[in-house]
């Protein structure tokens, strides 16, 4: 019934991979920071962290740093001490002193402000520090130290309403197994003001046989879906499970690298908990017990504030599993609400999958954010003075049809298409003075865009704001033929490319939202090129 999201082994179309784009000129565009960080490995196009000065042979900052929740006068720093990080971290049990140092230069010379920060394996010996007095719109560079050991670098940019334009990278879906993580080298290589990660950032499935098969795709189509590299453990259920997937994904080079550039803001989806979860609901009950998903839950939520530089839930202290994570941010000309549509939502209707409305997914009770986002959500955008108003969402809010009229719409219930009544909601709130609403959005590993009305697939109805999806960092889409062929009963999607990893650079300046779709050449490979496949002005679309 639920799309099988977690066995995507990815998809390349063999008849278009002869004609190679031109290879992209590397140093072209380097902001002095990243030109140092990837010179620093002789000149090697990729950035290996430096584990300097390892203490008693062992390396203990293998998982790198990170920055996130960027606010006008403070960011948070993390890090985390892992000497053996596929196996619980390798720590020693108390706690462990961190160093830490902040910098106005990259060189580490002008020190802003320096501490220390106290962990244990209560956390994982995870390190989460909340940098307070900074300047907004600036620029910070800091690094860990434990013992004599020295962590790699990062650079991390505080906010500012006061900024002339915002550079976001928007990232999700990077499946560890289907695809490496080319498009993070070239997402650091941008050095955004602040990189959006809308979920699936892990995934829980257990180990795929490595290697290509060719498989039928439907409509005459064969296709090419490789697992280029493997998952560490069976499927994840256990704190122990989720920590050590987590240090996995976190191992990779690439992905190390887009964390040291930029402060993230992040929002989990389904598969860092359970393929399309619904608030309490797991994708299958019939084989994990109401109480075992909540222990689950916690767990997943346990390992993910671990892993990310957020602030530190108390709800978990007090064993509850629920994380607050959406949340507003301002860059320049862009307000940016970053939504959870997973922790508050109605269960998925008529069964989930891709099927027609049934009558129960039109209950104006169900709920996409829950009332308590819901009514945040449409108070900021009331309130906002910003140019444009992002809302970062991990399902597509684009309505997308499976047949042609006149049937009723065929739609990915997982999706705003199975909640029309809290869409409804939204869109009448973007629909009355919300000055130039523009989703950024994850989920459904195609590349996107399009213009949003009122009234879903009613092109008379009024105009509301744009969807932009840059393509999954990573994970493949097998079903991106069945979105192909129906294309022409959707037009409000402008662009459509469910072929290409990568993501979406979106800037926004005080009349316009450029967004750039990056893609990867060859997932299979670390070192693939990276090109432009369209750009896009939201107000040409
Ligand atoms: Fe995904
Ligand atoms: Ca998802």
Redesign the pocket.
Known sequence: QARP?WMIKGCRRLSHMSAAPPLRVWMEGLSMFSRRLFLASSGAALWVPKLANAQNGKQHFTLGVASGSPRPSSVILWTRLAPNPLQGGGMPSGVAQVRYRVCTDEEMRKTLMDGIATTAEDKAHSVHVRIEGLRPGREYFYQFYYGDEESPGGRTRTSSPDDDSARIALAY?QHYESGHYAAYRDLAEWVPDCVVHT??YIYEGGISPLGARMRDVGGGERRLFETVRQHNSDEITTLWDYRNRYALYRSDPHLQAAHAIAPWIVAM???EVDNNWASNTPQDPEKQTQLEFQVRKYAAFKAYYEHMPIEEPPTLRDMRPALKLYNKYVFGPAQIHLLDTRQFRSDQPCGDGRKPLCSDATDPARTMLGAEQEAWLSRELKQSSSAFNVIAT?TWFTPYRYNAPPDGPVTNVDSWDGYPAARNRLSSVLANDVSSPVFLTG?WHTAMASTLYEKPFDPTSKRIGHELVGGPISSGCPWARDMEVMRSANPHVSHLNGQQRGYLRATFTSDNCHGEFRVVEDAGRANSPVFTDIEIRTKDI
């Open positions: 999201d879906c979920g699936d989806d389904d598969h991990q989920d």
